[in-house]
């Protein structure tokens, strides 16, 4: 949402727009990672980690790197490009996730706010990947001018790392197209965790690949799912911190909702072309339940794709 109700003027809600992770969290989080993993496994179906589908189906090529099975490089590429490419399955493929936190000022608003609701989502989905054997990176979004940070996990024991660069994040950049890195060239599995005001939902064609998995969380607070009928409300941006005194009534309120309802639509068109699986949550959803919605195979499209709650 461009703008934020506040209860205190000021430039910025300066503790929504941090992330602060309770001291339960760890435990949280290897429950969850137990639970979520039968969960894939059941969405998997028996032979292992795939993608579109199960077995050792060649997806594509990519770069060589040290330790892979020589046998496996590609020589007409090697005779053309003058690199090594290696053949890649579906299988290689799903060990290899990302993990992309939106962090722009626009995720500052709720209690919880969305910035910290998607950070212990993305925890747990990083818990997941390394409980799984995979290669997890983690993205956030940086302020414009600056390079997103990123960090990879390959081992368990890299959790707390990970927790540790979720917790240095701020909701502090604009909203506005994010381009995947590189980092995203060769991944199976990519997360994308914002709200749905930070961007257009023709930015999902550039997360997409073929072969690849595209898993979307929409978050929303409370106070966007389901704004109060009338009043005399304080509105602030969480952009440049301007405020407005807004005062609503019954139209007004029914003119944003069907603005809303028109954005979801637009996020669910723009997901079904790419098949990828788009969950709307609120802000006060434990991430227990956001990740269980996005993952399990029984959770089915239509929950997945649901509208916002009023």
Request: hydrophobic fraction near 40%.
């Given at each position: ?292 919605r996005l993952l399990s195979p029984s959770a089915g499209r239509e929950r997945g794709l649901g509208s916002?709650?009023?």
């Amino acid at each position: 949402m461009t703008s934020s109700a506040a209860a205190q003027p000021g430039p910025l809600d300066r503790e929504a727009a941090r992330v602060r992770f309770s001291a339960d969290l760890p435990g949280r989080l290897e429950r969850a990672a137990a639970r979520l993993s039968a969960e894939l496994g059941r969405r998997e179906g028996p032979g292992g980690a795939s993608l579109a589908g199960r077995g050792l189906d060649w997806v594509g090529f990519r770069p060589y790197r040290p330790g892979d099975d020589a046998a496996l490089i590609d020589p007409s590429l090697l005779a053309r490009l003058g690199r090594p490419f290696v053949r890649e399955t579906r299988r290689e493929a799903s060990s290899r996730w990302l993990v992309a936190l939106d962090q722009s000022a626009s995720l500052a608003v709720g209690r919880p706010s969305k910035l910290q609701a998607l950070a212990e989502l993305a925890a747990a989905l990083c818990a997941l990947g390394l409980r799984a054997k995979a290669r997890v990176t983690l993205l956030a979004q940086a302020p414009p001018g600056e390079p997103a940070r990123q960090l990879t996990l390959e081992r368990r024991g890299d959790l707390l790392r990970g927790l540790r660069f979720l917790a240095a994040g701020q909701a502090s950049g604009v909203d506005g197209p994010w381009l995947p890195p590189s980092a995203c060239a060769d991944v199976g599995r990519v997360f994308w965790l914002s709200d749905p005001f930070a961007a257009a939902p023709s930015q999902l064609e550039r997360w997409f690949a073929p072969g690849r998995e595209l898993f979307v969380v929409q978050c929303l607070a409370p106070l966007e799912q389901d704004p109060p009928q009338s009043g005399g409300w304080r509105w602030r941006s969480p952009e440049d911190g301007s405020e407005q005194l807004v005062e609503l009534n019954p139209e007004r309120r029914q003119a944003y909702l069907l603005e809303l309802e028109r954005l979801h639509q637009a996020w669910a068109r723009a997901a079904s072309v790419r098949r990828a699986r788009l969950v709307w949550c609120s802000s006060a959803e434990p991430f227990e339940d956001v990740a269980l919605r996005l993952l399990s195979p029984s959770a089915g499209r239509e929950r997945g794709l649901g509208s916002p709650g009023r």
